[in-house]
């Protein structure tokens, strides 16, 4: 799990989802669903009471704090959906 601050904490898994280009399912909005290494893992984008924008992986990396291709590829997703609800 890490807190989403700023879009440059993306750029490097954002590079690596581009040449690996991960599937994303979506399951319901912020819950995806991100093709791996190992099958797939689940992505939580959710807001903590605080208002911080917190991302859950189901992936060793992301246990450990990291910013994982999986979450960076779930988030772009998320990103423009949450763009065409408020747009809505
Ligand atoms: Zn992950």
Redesign the pocket.
Same mark, same amino acid.
């Given at each position: 799990m890490f807190v989403l601050k700023g879009i440059e904490q993306l750029e490097k898994a954002i590079a690596k989802a581009k040449k690996i280009r991960p599937r994303v399912e979506f399951v319901n909005f912020g819950r995806y669903q991100v093709s791996?290494s190992k099958g797939f893992?689940t992505v939580i984008c959710r807001k903590d009471e605080r208002g911080y924008k917190v991302v859950d992986?189901t =992936?060793k990396? &992301?246990e450990k704090g990291l910013v =994982?291709y999986? &979450?960076a590829s779930a988030l772009s997703l998320h990103i423009g959906l949450a763009r065409t609800r408020q747009a809505a």
């Open positions: 791996g893992y992986c =992936c990396g &992301a =994982c999986h &979450a």
